[in-house]
């Protein structure tokens, strides 16, 4: 009903009505309530459900990881708060937004239908449709609510408890509510604050037999402390409208319903201390809507009653109640209602006390454990811990004081087996119980009683359940969380047992039920709670004067008790006896200490409880160390020496413990199931157990434990990647130790060393403590037997190191990764640590690094060679023919071969290179050199530079030659890649170590600023949030790379740019640190002899070095240091060098190219130098000009960023240089530069017309062939530009054109080589290398007067040798292998193979057979199914195409390129070039007559030719190959009649031939050669009739020997052959030209070819009829009998045709036919083309 105001004065007076009933009745009936309406709320408008319920399940998973320093914000695990924060930190908060809601329909609840079963029903009909609309009644209203997700910090939040949490601001907002989870999985997480909470759900009650009254039914709920009424605890939550606590609850009336239905949860915050007489009352009553004179409201109708202890166990639960309808006797609640004793007068029962009341209870409680073994075990300390009065009642049992120990013990052993969730609950109490069992000697009934193994082995069992169990999180490293964080926040020394109180203080005795929630003192709950909230967040008792105690222990300490209030864990901190003042006495001898109790129950471990002991032994290893720490603290031993802190059967103990655990491991790595994980785990645990007693024990003590180690490690294990690889993984932790400089002793002499960090070491150190100048330079640089002793740590690393890299053997490359990466990973941590900032401090460490040069210089060979990967055009390495070298990732062989040397002595200089050792190394991969670089690097940099350049004024020429390859590797490895690669590195290069790459790349960089933050953040992940964590959770050390393994994750733009950035001050930094030390051997060679060989080695450094991309900082520096060179030692330089020489020049030459101003003045001024030295030193001029034009022939063609206008620039500032030096001006040198730059100027412009063919490859193929053939006299340009062109076709894979341009390069070097010398194995000449290509020919020499080699630098270049030939074949092999043309490689190797033997190299001699067998064997196997080029006639005609109008040309494609396919693409290309509509492609192959085109269009004729053979060419032809190689004529057919229409009747139907012959034979060295001459022959039918049958006869041949053979071919083949409804088949072409004998005698011969060709074909007919009926299956006889059928008739129809003779022709014909079949066998039906054709 809707009254509204406007309606006038009778509404008016309806609505006063209605107010004032409205009112009367809130007033009596208004604290009652009844269910109204509901509405349904679907969440998939907020979450994206298809990852909710994906993501759910994965959180499921993850309960519990967060117990090493996740966030907490509420509660430090509360069950509630850990799924939901989890769920948010999985993502699916972070799909939503807040989102704001309106709900404007609301359905009527009805009083019948209010359970959950009826509630689901209603959902289910929501979800399906839109019945439920109609079925239910809807109500108007309006209801607006946002659901948001929450924030990282909640202001003014109030937990379950209605406690409110810091921050709580003093001004009133509106509070946020925290509700409790009850999971539908149980979440494992342990207690770690007070929650004591009860939830009483009443569900049902019948009263459908009570009296007529009891309709309106409502129960009141009250928890009792005792029977009177005044005893209701105000303990119930209240609603958020109303007081925070009740005495009552009411729950809401059923209107008219008998049995009703509840929906009410009531919440109780349970005293911490229940007896007997708590418990919930029920009472129920009819509540009279209408009011009668003098009745109440309420009329009672009965109670019922459920008390909350059960044997002084928390009653929780599913219970029926009976209902009492009368007063309840006294004393009631001592029993439950159902077992109530017989009373006087007996109770009156509703039902005849039968339940008739539903209710389930449930409990939060940390107090209660809920589980009968823990129950049981609490109990039991209990009794120990304070007085009791035996019998004591345990559950259902009581035990007596004699039966106590047994009990207890039995407890123990039971204590695994009670529930994982309330064992997971209670887990840090039931530790701390059981460790304060194992040290706490126990009085019973006067006995002394000893627990110590018993509790022990509990704790051994429960470790190793908690394990096993899938429901609980491990960390990565597979520990268990639970226990992680309980010995990281949790575990304190069990505290030494207090006087039990005198016996006259009843007071003071402890309840039983704190127990279960306190520790050992019992002080009462709300104490301890009270002391939480006043505590400070550090420890009280730390702040006494510790000024000389020892830092780390201290350290060690106050980070693990500080911060506790940001997770509430900071009740367990309560300091009672944390630090005894300085009274207290210390222990008696008697008592015992735990960390030396554990220790002694780990050595006598025996069976099953050692193995798991060991299995998880970082747990053990853990609360050692914290014992220890706790116990040094507190017994103020810090001031004592280290040797004395602890017992010496405590160090026997670890001894033995680490002994075991070495032993233990090895023994699992020979196992034959090969446990190697678990054995790794164990041996990690053990590492960071001896780092820590490194800060807590005698140094000396546990550097003979790592020795031991190491040795017994070697004497078990006989793999050794495996051995080394354990030792690695436990040095590198070892050394990752905050004091390891200090450790390994890294000042050198003595008056600049810090206070030793342990006495026992310095002491006897000091001595030994030599000063630098003492020692001889060169060892320092090595891996000495006093280095080792002197630094031991950092010996122990240098040796394994060295072992793996020197190692061979399966997996050894991961181990040389990981060797090299624990290294690189120390430096980093060095120089990030602000400990390690000043210059002085870091000499001392590079100091203490220099072994690792002499350990990376005899590595050498196996580093990867960055220069061969890269592949850079023009990019050359070592000498001859490197360039095409094999093993791209290795280095070359010469240079391997002259490093081979002696692997640990180098000072073997005098041995001659070929008598050295051949060793295979196991080469290491890009990243490990990356970061071996990386670290030599860093050392030189900071090493002391004066000691740098005596070591290298000492050492021999072969060292230096090393450490120039060395520099040489590092250029092209920190090359600047830009951002392109930096986005698109390999996912593997990001997943290892990234971060601590970027850390030591950066602090190669000197970062500082955004960058050094930037990577600061890197650090460490998500520990900003706990301060004092990050010092000692050791297991997220930044030194360990474990955290990386996972971590790739989208980059932005902003961290693109951040990484480019760094990358590129690292390519620079790099660079510069490697000219330092060039400039370093350069000054240090000119004092010896041998400079000319180092000359040339840091030439190659520096030529290698300009290019690779490099900064404009770098190159400035790189110029200046080239001048100097070209200034110092020109004469060597021109004389020497010529080849780095012609490097140089085409280096330079690009960076005159450049965009840069700068790097175009610097590269200007350095060529003008070359060029002005190469005049005056040898007047060598010649030469430079020779390599400068070359240079630049050779960028033209290779280089696509190459920009003529800067270079055009340079080149005239090089000219004004020339004309305004003075003092070359009475020189000829000013004009020879002038004409040198007129001919770099030609150059330049053929390469502005290659710009505009950049598009078109076959114009672009064209130009470059013409500016080669221009060079025709000028040989080395020549070949430039053969191989620009060989270049160009490898980008486009045409491999064999590619191939082809190297052997027309290498004829010519052939050519001018005859020329030079007269060896037999020498090639004469082109000539040669007639059988590789006919157009090779080309190369010859033109005449000897016209050039003389060897003058005026011609023929100079690198090319013009022996190696050079041999270079450039070997590059042209491996090219026509990879297009397949494998007959060419061997005649291509034919040439080779003398000069190899004439220089007997069996090296190349092994590889160049190995590599022809595979050539040989890929023929063999490939056989038919290789692919060769596709062919095409290309006709252009129309005056657009300029040159090319009317020219023809025939183009070869890749192999089964179709005729749309280059159709398609010509069109596409001049369609952009003249616009799409006015290009058109002619469909048809006949003849193009001109003056019917159109003059503004472009025409394009493309026809499919095929090869063509004369007769006497196909018997020399007889491979596949040979058919397809060599080609020069093609051959193409256009069908016509006499009328002009293309197709016609059999007899009018003729054919023309055309056969094309191009200009050079293909493969050629550009894939379009011009048609230099056209020849066609015509076809009359007859003969257009025996070619086709011809070649049908062929096909069915072909079908029928097919090996193996193919039936659906076959079937194929004879379906076109013998099927019935062939149009124009055989026997139509029979009746047409052999019905009747020809009237003209001409056409006799071809009557009777044809007629024969019939005869031969009816016969393959019949074989291939009769082969089929082998090959057939079972269901294809009915098609074979057709077939057959078939063939029988088109046979008889044939029969008369073919036995008809033409008598004129009878005696010759006999003749004939023999030869001409014999013939048919043996040749295609192309050789009959000709004949016909003489016969027509």
């Not at 490359?813 to 990030?832: F, G, P």
């Not at 400035?1116 to 080239?1122: E, V, W, Y």
Request: overall charge neutral.
């Amino acid at each position: 009903m809707v009254i509204k105001e406007s309606d006038g004065g009778k509404s008016k007076e309806k609505i006063e009505k209605l107010k004032l009933q409205a009112e009367s009745f809130c007033q009596r009936l208004g604290k009652y309530r009844m269910p109204f309406a509901w509405a349904p709320i679907s969440l998939t408008s907020f979450f994206n459900v298809s990852t909710l319920d994906r993501e759910v399940t994965d959180v499921e998973s993850m309960i519990g990881r967060s117990s090493v320093g996740e966030r907490r914000t509420l509660s430090q695990s509360r069950r509630l708060s850990e799924r939901a924060l989890s769920l948010e930190e999985n993502g699916v908060g972070s799909n939503f937004k807040a989102t704001p809601m309106t709900i404007n329909s609301f359905f009527k609840q009805e009083g019948d239908r209010l359970s959950d079963e009826d509630l689901f029903k209603f959902l289910a009909d929501y979800k399906r449709s839109s019945s439920l609309q109609r079925r239910v009644k809807s109500i108007p209203g309006l209801l607006r609510l946002e659901i948001s997700p929450a924030p990282e910090i909640i202001n003014c939040c109030l937990t379950p408890e209605m406690l409110p949490v810091k921050p709580f601001p003093e001004n009133r907002t509106r509070p946020h509510k925290e509700i409790l989870e009850f999971p539908i999985r149980e979440v494992y997480v342990p207690h770690t604050v007070y929650r004591n909470l009860l939830y009483v759900y009443p569900q049902r009650l019948n009263f459908a037999n009570k009296l007529a009254s009891a309709r309106n039914i409502t129960i009141k709920i009250q928890f009792m402390s005792g029977e009177d009424a005044s005893n209701a605890m105000p303990i119930i939550f209240g609603k958020s409208n109303g007081p925070e606590f009740l005495q009552e609850v009411y729950t809401a009336v059923t209107y008219h319903n008998k049995s009703p239905d509840f929906y009410e949860e009531v919440k109780i915050k349970l005293p911490a201390k229940l007896t007997v007489h708590h418990h919930l009352l029920f009472t129920f009553y009819h509540i009279s809507c209408q009011q009668k004179q003098g009745a109440s409201v309420e009329s009672l109708l009965g109670y019922s009653w459920l008390p909350i202890l059960l044997n002084e166990r928390l009653q929780t639960g599913s219970y029926c109640l009976p209902v009492a309808l009368e007063k309840l006797p006294p004393n009631y609640s001592m029993h439950s209602a159902e077992k109530v004793p017989l009373q006087n007068p007996p109770i009156k029962w509703a039902e005849g006390h039968k339940g008739v009341f539903n209710i389930e209870v449930q409990a939060v409680s940390s107090v209660h454990t809920q589980d009968n073994h823990l129950e049981r075990f609490f109990t039991l300390c209990h009794s120990l811990e304070s007085q009791v009065t035996f019998p004591i009642r345990v559950l259902d049992q009581k035990i007596s004081e004699t039966s106590l120990e047994h009990e207890l013990k039995l407890s123990l052993i039971c204590l695994n087996s009670s529930r994982l969730e309330p064992l997971v609950l209670f887990l840090h109490l039931v530790l701390d119980k059981l460790f304060q069992l194992s040290v706490q000697p126990m009085v019973i009934a006067g006995q002394t009683a000893n627990f110590s193994q018993f509790a022990f082995e509990s704790v051994v069992a429960i470790a190793n359940s908690l394990h096993n169990s899938k429901d609980l999180a491990k960390d990565q490293h597979g520990r268990n969380c639970l226990l992680a964080s309980y010995v990281h926040y949790v575990f304190r020394l069990p505290e030494p047992p207090r006087d039990s109180p005198k016996s006259g203080a009843p007071a003071g005795l402890p309840d039983p039920r704190y127990h279960t929630f306190g520790r050992t003192s019992a002080a009462a709950v709300s104490s301890k709670l009270l002391q939480a909230r006043v505590m400070s967040s550090s420890n009280p008792d730390l702040a006494g004067p510790h000024c000389a105690a020892d830092e780390e222990v201290k350290n060690i300490m106050s980070s693990k008790i500080a911060d506790r209030n940001c997770n509430r864990m900071s009740y367990y901190c309560s300091g009672n006896n944390d630090v005894p003042s300085s009274t207290t006495a210390p222990r008696p001898a008697s008592k015992k200490h735990f960390h030396e109790e554990l220790a002694l129950q780990m050595v006598v471990s025996t069976g099953m409880v050692r193995e798991t002991v060991f299995k998880y032994a970082w747990f053990f290893f853990e609360l050692l160390v914290k014992s220890m720490a706790q116990y040094v603290h507190n017994m103020d031993k810090r001031d004592n020496f280290r040797r004395t802190r602890f017992s010496d059967r405590f160090k026997d103990d670890i001894t033995t413990i680490v002994n075991v655990v070495t032993s233990e491991t090895a023994a699992l790595l020979v196992k034959p199931q090969k446990e190697n994980e678990q054995a790794e785990k164990m041996n990690i645990s053990l590492a960071f157990f001896l780092y820590d007693l490194l800060s807590l024990m005698d140094r000396g003590f546990v550097f003979n434990l790592i020795k031991h180690y190491c040795n017994q490690l070697s004497a078990k294990l006989n793999n050794l990647p495996m051995l080394i690889s354990m030792r690695l993984e436990f040095l590198r932790i070892l050394c990752s130790h905050e004091h390891y400089l200090n450790l390994n002793l890294f000042f050198m002499n003595a008056d600049t060393a810090p206070a030793s960090p342990c006495l026992s070491i310095s002491s006897q150190n000091s001595s030994s403590c030599s000063s630098f100048q003492d020692q001889k330079i060169a060892s320092m640089f090595d891996l000495t037997p006093e280095y080792r002793q002197q630094h031991f740590l950092t010996g122990l690393l240098f040796t394994e190191l060295a072992a793996a890299l020197d190692a061979e053997g399966e997996g050894i490359s991961k181990v040389q990764r990981k060797a090299v990466s624990a290294v690189h990973s120390l430096l980093s941590s060095h120089d990030l640590d602000p400990r390690c900032v000043k210059p002085e401090v870091k000499v001392k460490i590079a100091a203490l690094y220099l072994p690792l040069v002499g350990i990376i210089l005899d590595a050498l060979p196996q580093l990867y060679d960055f220069t061969a990967a890269d592949a850079r055009s023009g990019k050359n390495r070592a000498n001859g023919s490197d360039e095409e070298q094999e093993g791209a990732s290795a280095i070359n062989q010469n240079v391997a071969l002259a490093i081979a040397g002696n692997n640990f002595n180098l000072k073997t200089s005098g041995t001659m290179l070929s008598s050295l050792p051949y060793k295979q190394y196991n080469m290491l991969n890009a990243d490990t050199t990356r970061n071996l670089m990386i670290c030599f690097l860093w050392i030189m940099k900071n090493a002391d530079q004066t000691l740098i350049r005596k070591w290298i004024a000492d050492l021999p020429s072969m060292q230096l030659n090393r450490i120039l390859d060395l520099l040489f590797i590092c250029v092209s490895c920190f090359e600047y890649k830009g951002k392109q690669s930096s986005d698109k590195v390999s996912t593997q290069v990001l997943q290892k170590s990234r971060d601590v790459k970027a850390r030591l790349e950066e602090a190669l960089l000197r970062g500082e600023g955004a960058r050094g933050e930037m990577m600061k953040r890197c650090r460490a992940p998500g520990n900003d949030r706990f301060p004092g964590l990050n010092e000692n959770l050791r297991w997220r050390k930044e030194q360990t790379h474990w955290r990386q393994a996972n971590e790739k994750q989208d980059k932005t733009k902003a961290e693109l740019d951040q990484e480019a950035l760094i990358s590129g001050n690292l390519a620079t930094e790099a660079n510069l640190i490697i000219l330092d030390m060039q400039e370093n051997i350069i000054q240090a060679s000119s004092a010896l002899d041998c400079k000319d060989s180092l000359l040339g080695g840091v030439l190659r450094v520096l030529v290698n070095s300009l290019s690779c991309d490099q900064s404009t900082t770098y190159l400035t520096h790189c110029f200046a240091t080239l001048r100097a060179l070209i200034a110092k030692f020109g004469d060597l330089l021109f004389e020497e060098e010529v080849e780095q020489c012609a490097d140089l020049c085409q280096r330079v030459l690009h960076h005159c190219s450049s965009s840069m101003d700068v790097t175009r003045t610097q590269a200007c001024a350095t060529l003008y130098l070359l060029m002005r030295f190469s005049f005056g030193a040898t007047s060598n001029f010649a030469r430079v000009k020779m390599q400068v034009t070359m240079s630049l022939a050779s960028l033209v063609g290779k280089a696509p960023d190459f920009n003529e206008e800067y270079l055009r620039r340079s080149l005239r500032t090089i000219l004004a240089y020339a004309e305004e030096d003075t003092a070359m001006q009475a020189t000829l040198f000013p004009t020879q530069v002038e004409e040198l730059l007129c001919n770099l100027n030609s150059i330049l412009y053929d390469t502005v017309k290659m710009r505009e063919f950049q598009e078109d490859p076959e114009m672009l193929m064209d130009l470059m062939y013409r500016i080669a053939k221009s060079y025709q006299t000028s040989p080395d340009l020549r070949l430039t530009w053969l191989q620009n062109m060989a270049e160009k076709h490898m980008k486009k894979k045409c491999y064999t054109e590619a191939a082809m341009c190297l052997v027309h390069a290498a004829a010519l070097v052939a050519e001018y080589l005859s020329m030079l010398e007269d060896h037999s194995y020498l090639p004469v000449g082109s000539v040669s290398f007639q059988n590789i290509s006919s157009n090779v020919l080309e190369e010859s020499a033109v005449s000897d007067d016209t050039l003389s080699p060897d003058e005026d630098g011609v023929c100079s270049g690198r090319y013009f040798t022996e190696s050079g030939l041999v270079g450039l074949l070997e590059h042209a092999a491996e090219l026509f292998s990879t297009g397949g043309l494998y007959e060419t490689v061997n005649e291509v190797y034919k040439l080779v193979i003398p000069i190899l033997e004439a220089h007997r190299d069996f090296r190349k001699l092994t590889s160049t057979h190995d590599k022809l067998q595979k050539a040989f064997d890929s023929i063999i196997s490939k056989g038919h199914k290789r692919m060769f080029g596709t062919y095409f006639r290309v006709g252009f005609y129309g005056s657009k195409f300029g040159d090319l109008d009317e020219q023809e040309f025939v183009y070869k494609e890749p192999a089964i390129t179709k005729l749309p396919e280059i159709s398609h693409r010509l069109e596409g290309f001049y369609g952009q070039c003249f616009g799409a509509e006015f290009v058109e492609v002619i469909k048809d192959s006949a003849p193009v007559d001109k003056t019917k085109l159109d003059p503004n269009k472009a025409y394009i004729q493309i026809t499919f030719v095929e090869p063509y053979f004369d007769e006497y060419e196909m018997k020399d032809r007889v491979t596949y190959f040979e058919k397809n190689f060599n080609l020069r004529r093609f051959m193409y057919t256009t069908p016509f009649t006499l009328e002009g229409r293309p197709r016609g009747e059999l007899h009018e139907q003729y054919r023309r031939n055309t056969v094309v012959t191009t200009m050079h034979a293909f493969p050629y060295i550009k894939t379009r050669i011009g048609v230099i001459q056209k020849e066609e022959f015509v076809l009359t039918p007859i003969e257009v009739a025996i070619e086709d049958m011809k070649k049908k006869t062929l096909q069915l041949a072909v079908a029928i020997n097919q090996e193996p053979p193919d039936a659906k071919m076959l079937q194929m083949v004879l379906q076109g052959s013998v099927g019935a409804t062939v149009n124009q088949g055989p026997l139509e072409v029979a009746q047409v030209f052999l019905a009747e004998i020809p009237a003209d005698p001409k056409l006799y011969r071809h009557h009777n070819k044809l007629r024969l060709c019939f005869k031969e074909f009816i016969m393959r007919c019949g074989e291939a009829v009769e082969k089929n009926k082998r090959l057939i299956t079972a269901d294809q006889r009915e098609y074979q009998q057709e077939l057959k059928k078939n063939y029988n008739k088109l046979k008889e129809n044939l029969r008369p045709m073919i036995e008809r003779k033409i008598p004129e022709l009878y005696k010759p014909i006999f003749r004939i036919e023999s030869s001409k079949r014999d013939s048919f066998h043996r040749s295609s039906f192309r050789k009959c083309e000709t004949q016909l054709s003489q016969g027509s």
